[in-house]
């Protein structure tokens, strides 16, 4: 296990992903915005490096997991980027929810400097990524992604090859359409439960297994339930997203009147101030 991985991202699920790597014996360099987020790993044995520049000059394989697209676009294509700064032969591995199409410029360029990049989106959340059992949708050339392979099985369970660049995050778009009307689905369940007069804990336990059952119900539903809204995965974070997702459908000319609904729902929930709350946080629009 001669590879040292550098890992860009300690957040929400960063943190557990970058652990799970040290303690699967990896030698581990990270950087982050905020330093005092990396400080566990630190006293495990990561090694704290001061810039982009730095961590990709002193890396194999990099993990990325971060923000938005637009901090996606200047951690790799900017000056002292990753693309600019990693050397030849170094496997690049953007694990955000980003825009297709940007996996595929980062790509493009990477190649010219004989630099492999995937793109390998996650879902499972904060659960997942602390237990190990993330899925992860891979995109990007096939070599790559099986050098890579030991690496994720050390963060996840469902690991699928999906092909070319960008297919990962188009794998992913799909993944947040699903869970974007979902939600709806079990906010209004869990509303029906109560107005009905039943104990929605009861009704979960007769729902969550049957045909309606879902990762949102059977994960988020119980937190609902107990008023927990911290985030596993942030609210605005999920806008992004469906606001991706709604780009995308928009050049293919396909309707998705189910992802618009809940984009819509999203926002509303945003400006009443629940940005930086868990995506079950939905449920409190139901709440007179």
Not at 72 to 95: F, H
Request: with cysteine; net charge negative.
């Amino acid at each position: 296990m001669n590879q040292t991985i550098g890992f860009i991202g300690l957040g929400v699920m960063g943190r557990s992903m970058a652990n799970h790597i040290l303690q699967a014996g990896y030698h581990l360099n990270v950087f982050t915005r905020t330093k005092e987020k990396a400080e566990d790993l630190l006293k495990a044995g990561a090694v704290w490096k001061n810039t982009v520049k730095e961590l990709a000059e002193e890396s194999n394989v990099i993990i990325t997991i971060i923000g938005y697209p637009q901090d996606v676009e200047q951690i790799y294509l900017g000056d002292n980027g990753l693309v600019q700064s990693a050397r030849p032969k170094t496997i690049l591995i953007d694990m955000t929810t980003s825009q297709p199409s940007l996996a595929k410029k980062i790509y493009e360029n990477a190649k010219t400097r004989d630099i492999q990049v995937l793109d390998a989106p996650v879902s499972g959340g904060d659960i997942g990524a602390k237990e190990a059992r993330l899925a992860i949708m891979v995109g990007g050339e096939r070599a790559a992604y099986e050098d890579c392979l030991p690496l994720f099985e050390v963060m996840g369970q469902n690991i699928v090859y999906q092909g070319e660049a960008g297919s990962g995050q188009h794998t992913k778009m799909c993944n947040q359409i699903a869970i974007a009307s979902g939600m709806i689905g079990v906010c209004e369940a869990i509303a029906y439960a109560k107005n009905s007069g039943l104990d929605p804990e009861t009704v979960l336990k007769s729902i969550s297994s049957g045909a309606a059952g879902s990762w949102s119900l059977s994960n988020l539903a119980p937190r609902m339930l107990k008023e927990d809204f911290e985030p596993g995965f942030f609210v605005k974070h999920f806008i992004k997203d469906m606001g991706i997702a709604l780009e995308e459908t928009n050049h293919m000319q396909m309707d998705a009147p189910g992802l618009e609904l809940a984009h819509k729902l999203y926002n509303e929930l945003a400006k009443n101030g629940d940005e930086n709350k868990g995506t079950q946080a939905l449920l409190k629009l139901w709440k007179s």
